[in-house]
């Protein structure tokens, strides 16, 4: 279980920013209760055959590696510098000059000098040296160098599940070396001797075997769908139609699956429904593709690619013309930068033009998937919807930017347009903490369990330390965030260090909003807050 | 440990010359040998280096996208910071190469009491980084003078340039001063700043010091000591027309200056300084972000096992058909 988590002010007395004497080298890791995940089920991984499923656990000594470990990760290591440039240079070229060091949450909120990104990669990087460069092989320690232990292996599970890809340093190497490149490798080379976490893989093989990470059955899936359907028309009075696997349909929509089944992540789903029957789309739900998420990102190139694949062949075989995506962050960075080369061409769709504006959507031409932000920014552009942004203005509210649509992505200023019409009251927060340089939730990636709460609360402090900034200064009542993670981790996160500031999805703002034909006028927004009694008549 | 180290390495290296060149007279060895030795292993080396990076493929299009997409034609799109054509790379490339964008960014982060994260502004590393690199090239270049006859005209201008203020005699290089003022904050910020300290390498401290031992013994050379610049020249010229001459009389510091100028190149390829080469390679910045409107392929991809809509269906077929979910099959 986890332990009852630290006091924020003495988590925060804990911070110091001076390593210490003992050199890192030196400095075997500890597995301290609430700073790590526990192990894979082994069931999950046999469901995927990944390599030597085995019970575990990372505070026991013993790990039960394979004989032959040392030999698995050499050669794995091997075959990836062959596989992938971005590994082989950034192995090779950084000058240690520091300027990441800083730049990530996970430092900023543990002063773990291990969680600088530079040292991140050195973990890597000394076996690297050691067992690659001629430098290495004959100066070791000197030039850098060391043998991979048991203890190196451990102090890689550790810290390589205490990043969570977000990028951000990325943004300030003066060489562009992205952690997040070098933790995919580690993952990878973790995964070949079976060390592996339960939150990444069991969503994994859920999500293979069910189409979501969740493990929501087909029926399960469309139960909650028409609940969505039932309460939508309680609260509007309006009854929306929502198609599941419907063969023929102009649209594929893939949202999380927390979408439809964890709050506040709900009303976001309230609000593609409302949109959805507003504009009169011809879209589909899938149940086969019920997940935009794939943890396979936080695995390997492998799970991402086999789970990456119902989408496309979803579309394909309901035949629809393209497919849209809802507000997830890692899902658009798969989508963005990988889906296309892992499980395309999508020759079989046709390039996504907006049915209701006309707009044909260039930047997804080969894609052929575009993302909910791009298509409603679109509609409120051509006007095709009517807004009531009054009906928000019990929120004000700031925008958390995901890390992959800011940085794997660059969808920076659509959200923020669609906020801008939906709400009356948009403060941002401070410029270093948004955009290209917005914060990670502190969960990404995988990391969002319960056990590893400590460390999520360290990472999310800069996050919530700005939304702390705006509260204080504007007033600030409600984080709007793009993604699934986002939606779920940022509530315990922001209750530690900044409580009374909710969190919510845009399109819940877009369906509070959303003036529907035919409706009844609105006593609550889509969480059943009621509104304030209006004073002479109604504001519609 | 990695400091002392370093020192002491470079220490080395010069009293090596000292012995080779005064004690034992190899000037051959020092003046000649070691210097076309150095040009081949750092051809060889670089090319190396460059054709091993290269032939590993980029399997995924990953630019770090730091401004807005492309996306609908009425947004701004950010071409620098997120490039979405050649022109858009290009500049990217410019920016970051020639002005070290991505260290302009550079913030500093203190936790202060309530708890409060400030990230202010930081340009030292930009400014030391800025100054040290493109003095480092205007002296290179401003070295040319040694290799050919004439002079070409702008190694001439450059020189002048450099001189401009005509403080001194010899004339005062500003880019001497600049050089050692940026040498020195950036040894001195891995000393002082205990990060710094903490992450740094001998691999760090090596070169630092390599290089703050050319300068030192050039700058001797130019304004304290007499040496003699027609031999130097004419050895200089020797290494290039292969045609090697050792001429009496150049002095044990020009040899010292030469022999670290030489253990830098051959030091290059197998080491951080290859950050020189490796920033064109680096696909975070190279690429644009162009991902959803050109495909990107994969050399290297493989079918994976996929769980098919079929297997699906078999597996979930009753509950499906209860909840009267379209099926393929009935």
Same mark, same amino acid.
């Given at each position: 279980?986890?332990?009852?988590?630290?006091?924020?002010?003495?988590?925060?007395?804990?911070?110091?920013?001076?390593?210490?004497?003992?050199?890192?080298?030196?400095?075997?890791?500890?597995?301290?209760?609430?700073?790590?995940?526990?192990?894979?089920?082994?069931?999950?991984?046999?469901?995927?055959?990944?390599?030597?499923?085995?019970?575990?656990?990372?505070?026991?000594?013993?790990?039960?590696?394979?004989?032959?470990?040392?030999?698995?990760?050499?050669?794995?290591?091997?075959?990836?510098?062959?596989?992938?440039?971005?590994?082989?240079?950034?192995?090779?070229?950084?000058?240690?000059?520091?300027?990441?060091?800083?730049?990530?949450?996970?430092?900023?909120?543990?002063?773990?000098?291990?969680?600088?990104?530079?040292?991140?990669?050195?973990?890597?990087?000394?076996?690297?040296?050691?067992?690659?460069?001629?430098?290495?092989?004959?100066?070791?320690?000197?030039?850098?160098?060391?043998?991979?232990?048991?203890?190196?292996?451990?102090?890689?599970?550790?810290?390589?599940?205490?990043?969570?890809?977000?990028?951000?340093?990325?943004?300030?190497?003066?060489?562009?070396?992205?952690?997040?490149?070098?933790?995919?490798?580690?993952?990878?080379?973790?995964?070949?001797?079976?060390?592996?976490?339960?939150?990444?893989?069991?969503?994994?093989?859920?999500?293979?075997?069910?189409?979501?990470?969740?493990?929501?059955?087909?029926?399960?899936?469309?139960?909650?769908?028409?609940?969505?359907?039932?309460?939508?028309?309680?609260?509007?009075?309006?009854?929306?139609?929502?198609?599941?696997?419907?063969?023929?349909?102009?649209?594929?929509?893939?949202?999380?699956?927390?979408?439809?089944?964890?709050?506040?992540?709900?009303?976001?789903?309230?609000?593609?429904?409302?949109?959805?029957?507003?504009?009169?789309?011809?879209?589909?739900?899938?149940?086969?593709?019920?997940?935009?998420?794939?943890?396979?990102?936080?695995?390997?190139?492998?799970?991402?690619?086999?789970?990456?694949?119902?989408?496309?062949?979803?579309?394909?075989?309901?035949?629809?013309?393209?497919?849209?995506?809802?507000?997830?962050?890692?899902?658009?960075?798969?989508?963005?930068?990988?889906?296309?080369?892992? &499980?395309?061409?999508?020759?079989?769709?046709?390039?996504?033009?907006?049915?209701?504006?006309?707009?044909?959507?260039?930047?997804?031409?080969?894609?052929?998937?575009?993302?909910?932000?791009?298509?409603?920014?679109?509609?409120?552009?051509?006007?095709?919807?009517?807004?009531?942004?009054?009906?928000?203005?019990?929120?004000?509210?700031?925008?958390?930017?995901?890390?992959?649509?800011?940085?794997?992505?660059?969808?920076?200023?659509?959200?923020?347009?669609?906020?801008?019409?939906?709400?009356?009251?948009?403060?941002?927060?401070?410029?270093?903490?948004?955009?290209?340089?917005?914060?990670?939730?502190?969960?990404?990636?995988?990391?969002?369990?319960?056990? &590893?709460?400590?460390?999520?609360?360290?990472?999310?402090?800069?996050?919530?330390?700005?939304?702390?900034?705006?509260?204080?200064?504007?007033?600030?009542?409600?984080?709007?965030?793009?993604?699934?993670?986002?939606?779920?981790?940022?509530?315990?996160?922001?209750?530690?260090?900044?409580?009374?500031?909710?969190?919510?999805?845009?399109?819940?703002?877009?369906?509070?909003?959303?003036?529907?034909?035919?409706?009844?006028?609105?006593?609550?927004?889509?969480?059943?807050?009621?509104?304030?009694?209006?004073?002479?008549?109604?504001?519609? | 440990?990695?400091?002392?180290?370093?020192?002491?390495?470079?220490?080395?290296?010069?009293?090596?010359?000292?012995?080779?060149?005064?004690?034992?007279?190899?000037?051959?060895?020092?003046?000649?040998?070691?210097?076309?030795?150095?040009?081949?292993?750092?051809?060889?080396?670089?090319?190396?280096?460059?054709?091993?990076?290269?032939?590993?493929?980029?399997?995924?299009?990953?630019?770090?996208?730091?401004?807005?997409?492309?996306?609908?034609?009425?947004?701004?799109?950010?071409?620098?910071?997120?490039?979405?054509?050649?022109?858009?790379?290009?500049?990217?490339?410019?920016?970051?190469?020639?002005?070290?964008?991505?260290?302009?960014?550079?913030?500093?982060?203190?936790?202060?009491?309530?708890?409060?994260?400030?990230?202010?502004?930081?340009?030292?590393?930009?400014?030391?980084?800025?100054?040290?690199?493109?003095?480092?090239?205007?002296?290179?270049?401003?070295?040319?003078?040694?290799?050919?006859?004439?002079?070409?005209?702008?190694?001439?201008?450059?020189?002048?340039?450099?001189?401009?203020?005509?403080?001194?005699?010899?004339?005062?290089?500003?880019?001497?001063?600049?050089?050692?003022?940026?040498?020195?904050?950036?040894?001195?910020?891995?000393?002082?700043?205990?990060?710094?300290?903490?992450?740094?390498?001998?691999?760090?401290?090596?070169?630092?010091?390599?290089?703050?031992?050319?300068?030192?013994?050039?700058?001797?050379?130019?304004?304290?000591?007499?040496?003699?610049?027609?031999?130097?020249?004419?050895?200089?010229?020797?290494?290039?027309?292969?045609?090697?001459?050792?001429?009496?009389?150049?002095?044990?510091?020009?040899?010292?200056?030469?022999?670290?100028?030489?253990?830098?190149?051959?030091?290059?390829?197998?080491?951080?300084?290859?950050?020189?080469?490796?920033?064109?390679?680096?696909?975070?910045?190279?690429?644009?972000?162009?991902?959803?409107?050109?495909?990107?392929?994969?050399?290297?991809?493989?079918?994976?096992?996929?769980?098919?809509?079929?297997?699906?269906?078999?597996?979930?077929?009753?509950?499906?058909?209860?909840?009267?979910?379209?099926?393929?099959?009935?």
């Amino acid at each position: 279980m986890a332990e009852k988590p630290k006091k924020p002010q003495e988590l925060v007395q804990s911070i110091e920013y001076k390593p210490p004497r003992k050199r890192w080298m030196d400095t075997p890791v500890e597995f301290h209760k609430g700073t790590f995940n526990y192990s894979a089920a082994v069931d999950k991984l046999k469901y995927l055959d990944l390599p030597y499923p085995r019970k575990w656990q990372p505070t026991e000594e013993d790990w039960q590696l394979p004989d032959n470990w040392q030999e698995i990760i050499h050669k794995g290591f091997k075959d990836r510098l062959d596989k992938y440039r971005s590994f082989r240079v950034f192995m090779d070229i950084c000058v240690r000059c520091g300027a990441c060091a800083d730049k990530c949450h996970y430092f900023i909120g543990s002063g773990d000098p291990r969680n600088m990104p530079v040292l991140r990669a050195e973990l890597l990087r000394s076996v690297y040296r050691n067992d690659f460069t001629t430098a290495g092989k004959i100066l070791g320690g000197l030039a850098g160098g060391r043998k991979l232990t048991v203890k190196v292996l451990k102090e890689w599970f550790y810290y390589f599940y205490q990043c969570t890809e977000c990028r951000r340093c990325s943004v300030f190497c003066p060489y562009g070396i992205d952690t997040a490149e070098i933790t995919m490798m580690a993952r990878e080379l973790l995964n070949l001797v079976g060390l592996n976490i339960d939150w990444i893989c069991t969503p994994a093989a859920n999500c293979f075997r069910t189409g979501n990470h969740l493990g929501i059955q087909p029926h399960g899936f469309k139960d909650s769908i028409e609940f969505a359907v039932d309460e939508l028309e309680e609260l509007t009075g309006v009854r929306v139609n929502a198609p599941i696997n419907k063969k023929g349909a102009e649209i594929l929509f893939v949202a999380p699956s927390a979408d439809y089944f964890a709050s506040p992540h709900y009303y976001t789903l309230l609000g593609y429904l409302a949109l959805f029957h507003e504009v009169g789309l011809d879209y589909t739900w899938s149940s086969y593709a019920s997940e935009g998420g794939n943890f396979g990102l936080f695995h390997s190139y492998e799970t991402m690619k086999r789970l990456n694949s119902k989408i496309y062949m979803e579309a394909k075989r309901l035949g629809v013309k393209w497919v849209l995506g809802g507000e997830c962050g890692h899902m658009w960075r798969v989508i963005h930068q990988y889906m296309d080369t892992l &499980n395309g061409p999508a020759d079989f769709l046709e390039v996504p033009v907006s049915p209701i504006t006309g707009t044909k959507f260039e930047h997804a031409r080969s894609t052929r998937m575009v993302h909910i932000m791009e298509f409603t920014s679109d509609l409120i552009r051509h006007n095709k919807i009517k807004l009531d942004p009054g009906r928000n203005d019990h929120w004000r509210v700031t925008f958390h930017d995901s890390c992959n649509p800011a940085r794997a992505m660059g969808l920076i200023e659509e959200p923020r347009y669609v906020i801008n019409h939906v709400c009356n009251n948009f403060i941002e927060m401070p410029e270093n903490t948004i955009k290209e340089q917005t914060f990670c939730c502190g969960s990404g990636s995988g990391l969002g369990t319960d056990e &590893n709460m400590e460390m999520r609360l360290r990472g999310g402090l800069p996050r919530a330390n700005a939304v702390k900034f705006v509260h204080e200064k504007n007033d600030v009542n409600i984080l709007l965030c793009i993604c699934a993670i986002d939606k779920a981790t940022l509530p315990p996160l922001l209750e530690y260090w900044v409580p009374d500031v909710e969190v919510g999805g845009i399109h819940e703002m877009v369906g509070n909003a959303l003036v529907m034909t035919g409706e009844n006028e609105r006593l609550t927004d889509l969480r059943g807050t009621p509104y304030p009694e209006k004073e002479g008549g109604e504001n519609v | 440990m990695h400091l002392f180290f370093s020192l002491a390495a470079v220490l080395v290296l010069l009293i090596l010359v000292f012995i080779g060149v005064d004690v034992v007279g190899w000037r051959y060895l020092f003046g000649v040998v070691i210097p076309i030795a150095t040009i081949i292993s750092f051809i060889l080396g670089m090319l190396y280096r460059v054709i091993k990076w290269a032939r590993s493929p980029v399997p995924f299009r990953i630019p770090t996208t730091c401004g807005q997409q492309k996306s609908l034609s009425w947004i701004k799109a950010g071409n620098l910071e997120s490039p979405h054509n050649i022109w858009g790379v290009l500049g990217r490339m410019v920016l970051e190469v020639l002005f070290f964008r991505s260290l302009f960014r550079n913030t500093k982060v203190s936790l202060k009491e309530g708890p409060r994260l400030v990230y202010g502004s930081t340009k030292w590393l930009w400014l030391g980084g800025l100054v040290f690199h493109w003095s480092f090239l205007v002296i290179f270049v401003r070295h040319f003078k040694f290799f050919a006859e004439p002079v070409p005209a702008w190694v001439m201008a450059l020189q002048n340039l450099d001189g401009f203020f005509q403080v001194g005699l010899p004339i005062i290089y500003l880019t001497d001063i600049a050089f050692l003022a940026a040498l020195t904050f950036l040894l001195l910020r891995r000393l002082v700043d205990p990060k710094l300290r903490y992450i740094s390498l001998a691999a760090d401290y090596f070169p630092l010091f390599l290089i703050i031992g050319i300068a030192v013994t050039g700058i001797l050379m130019r304004y304290f000591t007499k040496v003699d610049i027609v031999g130097i020249k004419e050895m200089a010229m020797g290494w290039l027309n292969l045609a090697p001459v050792v001429p009496a009389g150049i002095g044990t510091l020009f040899y010292m200056h030469l022999f670290l100028v030489c253990c830098l190149f051959i030091y290059f390829p197998f080491s951080k300084l290859l950050h020189m080469a490796g920033v064109f390679f680096s696909p975070t910045r190279n690429l644009a972000n162009t991902n959803r409107v050109k495909r990107h392929v994969n050399p290297w991809d493989y079918s994976v096992k996929v769980h098919t809509y079929e297997e699906y269906e078999d597996e979930f077929r009753d509950v499906m058909k209860a909840a009267e979910m379209p099926l393929e099959k009935e």
